[in-house]
């Protein structure tokens, strides 16, 4: 867990970052253009979150958005809440449009390495071909503005331009990593109904090749939807299906370059997943100009980013931190991307990357730094004379590892700390290369957005734990839930807590300097090392085996950063919890969704807690084994089996 305040920064920016960043650009524009002057980041992100509509307006200037229409009005409110909050009212705009304008002959666009290629580069030309055939033949198919179109792809560049497609005809995107299980896709993608499936013939893991061509098809088969199944070779695969579209084929199309659809600011441009505790995995719908807008913001104010840097973040196309390091191509980076284990055939094989890549910007989740510090990984700095940031996200980082990147990886690195997740594709808090970092410490809250904690009362606190909220909308909030008719797993998301303000499910502190600390999740999610995963998914498998009778899981954050998830299960009469069903358990968890599903240790207990209404009681117990007093962690009124708490206090 995360300690009190820190004394002694860990690092400083020095004068001439503070005055080159893109932060400091941005508050000179600020007083040229407004007449705004700020004496302190504080003050900014003060008129940030108070000034709401002039804020954005301004971002919306300073980025010189290319809209296709000029917008009525900045902000639009619903009588009352957040939900329903409109933005840039009849604006039409192109989110892949902003990224080809940085279109140069001067650097990549993509860098590309994996387990099984060296270190490959793709010009700008070759993206733009690549998209204007792939977006041709879309249309060619049917697909218009708001069709979905999926993908069950690796972190591979085809993924890349398969989006920019997507984007460019005004169609919605959205993307699983191929090992996800067959379960867990069918439960996202049967909710958006795609009409085109991008797959690959297969990937490569930790030294492993998985030929995934039958899984593939399968999954053409279970999305009646899908009309058009492409699929593109990445391990050469024996198997060659029939009724499949090669992609090979489709980038040989004849084609007359990209033709922008420009779309209502509020237009959907990508479905995210929630990890499914509460049922089938929540379809998170962004809009494309909410992501455009926050994705300038986020990576060129707060990450510092600029045209020419070479961003990395490592990821799988099921995490929404591929979408954002996408964001990145809009200030003008090369993106760099790798397809593999982080920890093949060592922990180091991440770090030569940067070196060789020459990456500027460095992120990963945070179980991989974790990982690298247990490893005893050191790098020599002068491998990483580029890197001006590493980035850290997915759970809360502990002290000593901040402690660790300094003394191991750069001494004259911004590290910067984001937390914000799939329900915004974004940070709320993040970076500031005007500010001191501090071990254990996120260095500010972002500006719009205006997180706040939240004492048992609601009341607003600092230098004092709370529930974490944001208070004031921000245009990357979904705009809705697909299929969610009258709002009502969104309102119940994140409304039900407190009257129109936002409860993102963290325990946070903001000390007097205005940085953050996360003490990890206030609800039942699993979040696993960094990988959000539902309840809902692991209960699913479980009690389909037969001798099972109930379950419940939780994940216990531990202060190293790691964490332990106990799985406890109700056997069905007369039947033992031996070890060939542990195995069993398992193996069904690894099998249909992933491994990281796999518990730490299985227990048999006499009964699960449930709540009057019939809700297993995930949070309570998960409080309980942290070492809270049960009386404070649950009422015994509100359960239909209070007796079933004993086995676990």
């Keep these: 867990m995360p300690t009190d305040i820190q004394l002694s920064p860990l690092w400083k920016p020095g004068k001439k970052l503070t005055e080159q960043s893109n932060l400091k650009k941005y508050m000179d524009w600020l007083f040229v253009k407004k007449g705004l002057y700020f004496r302190s980041y504080h003050d900014l992100w003060d008129w940030s979150v108070t000034d709401v509509e002039d ?51 001067d650097h990549s666009a993509i860098l590309f390495q994996s387990e099984q290629h060296g270190l490959t580069k793709i010009s700008w030309e070759e993206l733009e071909s690549k998209v204007a055939a792939v977006s041709t033949w879309l249309r060619q198919r049917g697909i218009r503005p708001g069709d979905r179109v999926a993908a069950v792809l690796p972190n591979i560049p085809q993924a890349v331009v398969a989006f920019l497609a997507v984007n460019v005809i005004g169609a919605v995107w959205s993307s699983c990593s191929p090992d996800f299980g067959k379960a867990g896709i069918i439960d996202r993608f049967s909710q958006i109904e795609p009409k085109v499936l991008f797959v690959a013939d297969g990937y490569h893991y930790n030294g492993k090749t998985y030929d995934t061509t039958s899984a593939a098809m399968e999954l053409g088969t279970a999305l009646p939807s899908v009309k058009d199944l492409v699929m593109i070779s990445n391990i050469d695969s024996e198997v060659k299906p029939e009724r499949v579209t090669s992609w090979e084929d489709i980038l040989h199309l004849p084609n007359f370059g990209i033709d922008f659809e420009a779309v209502p600011f509020d237009h959907p441009i990508w479905v995210l997943y929630s990890s499914g505790t509460t049922g089938k995995p929540k379809a998170i719908t962004h809009s494309v100009g909410g992501c455009l807008l926050e994705h300038l913001k986020i990576l060129s104010i707060h990450q510092n980013v600029k045209p020419g840097d070479r961003y ?25 991307i790798y397809d593999g284990s982080p920890n093949y055939p060592s922990t180091q094989v991440l770090w030569t990357l940067a070196e060789r890549a020459k990456i500027t910007h460095f992120g990963s989740g945070a179980a991989f730094f974790i990982a690298c510090m247990k490893a005893g990984t050191s790098i020599p700095s002068e491998r990483l004379s580029h890197l001006e940031t590493i980035g850290s996200t997915g759970s809360p980082l502990p002290p000593e590892v901040y402690e660790w990147i300094y003394q191991h990886v750069k001494k004259d690195v911004q590290l910067i700390s984001l937390s914000g997740g799939t329900d915004i594709c974004s940070a709320f808090v993040a970076g500031n290369p005007m500010e001191p970092v501090y071990a254990g410490e996120i260095q500010c809250r972002a500006l719009g957005a205006k997180v706040e904690a939240f004492d048992e009362n609601g009341n607003p606190v600092i230098d004092q734990l709370g529930e974490m909220v944001i208070s004031q ?27 129109n303000v936002w409860r993102h499910g963290d325990w946070i502190k903001i000390t007097p300097r205005g940085s953050v600390i996360i003490y990890g999740r206030s609800d039942a999610t699993l979040n696993r090392g960094g990988v959000r995963i539902g309840t809902a998914e692991v209960y699913s498998a479980v009690e389909s085996i037969p001798d099972i009778k109930d379950s419940l899981v939780v994940y216990l954050e531990k202060e190293d950063g790691g964490g332990f998830m106990p799985l406890f299960v109700v056997l069905e009469e007369n039947k033992k919890l031996t070890e060939a069903l542990k195995a069993e358990i398992k193996e069904v968890l690894r099998t249909q969704y992933s491994p990281r599903h796999v518990p730490d240790t299985i227990e048999a207990v006499a009964a699960i807690p449930y709540t009057i209404n019939g809700k297993k009681m995930e949070a309570p117990i998960k409080k309980i084994l942290m070492g809270m007093d049960p009386a404070k962690a649950v009422s015994r009124d509100t359960m239909r089996n209070p007796e079933a708490l004993d086995g676990f206090v």
């Design 55 to 105: 804020f954005w307006e301004s971002l919306w200037q300073y980025f010189n958005i290319k809209s296709h229409d000029i917008y009525l009005e900045v902000l639009h409110r619903p009588k009352k809440g957040m939900i329903g909050t409109q933005w840039f009212r009849r604006a039409r705009l192109n989110y892949a449009e902003h990224i080809f304008r940085n279109k140069t002959k």
């Design 312 to 336: 990395f973040w490592y990821s799988t196309t099921g995490w929404m931190m591929w979408n954002y390091a996408i964001g990145s191509m809009l200030s003008g980076t090369t993106l760099v």
């Design 473 to 499: 909308p921000m245009p990357s909030m979904p705009v809705y839930f697909w299929n969610d008719e009258d709002n009502e797993r969104y309102q119940s998301s994140y409304f039900e807590s407190y009257p």
